[in-house]
């Protein structure tokens, strides 16, 4: 099997979020495709099969498990889709939905990648478990941000957003793995999304990943396209938007997502980013 190795949301291979990337991964079993995953040890590996009509099967799996979409591994892969066969548009057909991409040659030679995800919702976020999330953050009600109130939220993948006043509060994580990756899996949670507002549009995100054997992804496009949604949907952001989300500074992997939030409520996030190849 062919694993390319790419970082995405940085042009610099020493920042950005690391991904696999297997663009035929046709016949492969389950199994096959777990092991490569952990042998792999990036917080996803994706992996592609070609449909018939010209589209795409995806399947995105961490060390430890599949889950039903990846944000960063999917504009990975519409790189090195589009390194070997051009740039263009891709339909890609995920366990969370359809999500379409499309790539394009940037002045500096390097190649972008959007994204637009399935349509993303909100959930309350019930009080005793955003007790035990604060419990293995080691964080408390205090830290918290009123104007961005705890929701889980969704756009292909579930999590919980958690905001904070403080960005040295945000620099200083420091969680119980085992409590918030218990916590996690009980609620099919995938990342839990940590935020601090700068301004407006400009925010700071953390990304705890315990479920896939992770402790932190350094960009993390699904959860920024569910924070796109629930910042939407609850009416937190003046429509249309453009927002800047800066991640991995704290892990020392500097990370920019560009989300793209329509005012339509029925529509998708989009999510922009370039990506690099290791190899």
Same mark, same amino acid.
Request: with cysteine; hydrophobic share 45%; net charge negative.
């Given at each position: 099997?062919d694993? $390319?190795?790419?970082?995405?949301? /940085?042009?610099?291979?020493?920042g950005?979020?690391?991904?696999?990337?297997?663009? #035929?991964?046709?016949?492969?079993?389950?199994?096959?495709l777990?092991?490569v995953?952990?042998?792999v040890g990036?917080?996803?590996t994706?992996?592609?099969?070609?449909?018939?009509?010209?589209?795409?099967?995806?399947r995105?799996?961490s060390?430890?498990?599949?889950?039903?979409?990846?944000g960063h591994?999917?504009?990975?892969?519409?790189?090195a889709?589009?390194?070997r066969?051009?740039?263009g548009k891709?339909?890609?057909? /995920?366990?969370?939905g359809?999500?379409?991409?499309?790539?394009?040659?940037?002045? #500096?030679?390097?190649?972008?990648?959007?994204?637009?995800?399935v349509?993303?919702? +909100?959930?309350?976020l #019930?009080?005793? #478990?955003?007790?035990?999330?604060l419990?293995?953050l080691?964080?408390?009600?205090?830290d918290?941000?009123?104007a961005?109130p705890?929701?889980?939220?969704?756009?292909?993948a579930?999590?919980?957003?958690?905001?904070?006043?403080s960005?040295?509060?945000?620099?200083?994580?420091?969680?119980d793995?085992a409590?918030l990756?218990?916590?996690?899996?009980?609620?099919?949670?995938? +990342?839990?999304?940590l935020? $601090?507002?700068?301004?407006?549009?400009?925010?700071?995100?953390?990304?705890p990943?315990?479920?896939g054997?992770v402790?932190?992804?350094?960009?993390?496009?699904?959860?920024?396209?569910?924070?796109?949604?629930?910042?939407r949907?609850?009416d937190?952001?003046t429509?249309?938007?453009?927002l800047?989300?800066? $991640?991995g500074?704290d892990?020392?992997?500097p990370s920019?997502?560009?989300?793209?939030?329509?005012?339509?409520?029925?529509?998708?996030?989009?999510?922009?980013? /370039?990506?690099?190849?290791l190899?």
């Amino acid at each position: 099997m062919d694993v $390319q190795r790419y970082v995405a949301f /940085t042009v610099d291979p020493s920042g950005g979020n690391p991904a696999g990337v297997v663009l #035929d991964a046709a016949g492969a079993a389950d199994a096959e495709l777990a092991a490569v995953a952990a042998e792999v040890g990036y917080s996803e590996t994706a992996f592609v099969v070609a449909r018939a009509d010209g589209e795409l099967d995806v399947r995105y799996f961490s060390p430890l498990a599949e889950v039903p979409f990846c944000g960063h591994a999917t504009i990975a892969t519409a790189v090195a889709y589009a390194r070997r066969y051009g740039v263009g548009k891709l339909a890609m057909h /995920t366990r969370a939905g359809l999500v379409r991409v499309g790539t394009a040659l940037g002045e #500096d030679g390097n190649i972008t990648a959007e994204l637009v995800s399935v349509a993303p919702r +909100t959930a309350p976020l #019930d009080a005793s #478990d955003l007790a035990r999330l604060l419990a293995a953050l080691r964080w408390s009600a205090a830290d918290l941000d009123p104007a961005l109130p705890p929701r889980v939220a969704y756009a292909g993948a579930w999590h919980p957003v958690i905001a904070v006043t403080s960005r040295a509060r945000l620099a200083e994580l420091d969680y119980d793995m085992a409590a918030l990756g218990e916590l996690m899996r009980e609620r099919d949670w995938t +990342t839990v999304d940590l935020v $601090q507002r700068e301004s407006a549009t400009v925010f700071h995100a953390r990304n705890p990943f315990p479920p896939g054997g992770v402790v932190e992804d350094p960009a993390t496009g699904a959860a920024a396209a569910a924070f796109g949604g629930y910042l939407r949907e609850l009416d937190l952001v003046t429509l249309p938007a453009t927002l800047t989300v800066h $991640q991995g500074d704290d892990m020392g992997r500097p990370s920019l997502i560009t989300v793209t939030v329509p005012a339509d409520p029925g529509s998708g996030i989009a999510v922009r980013g /370039t990506a690099v190849p290791l190899d």
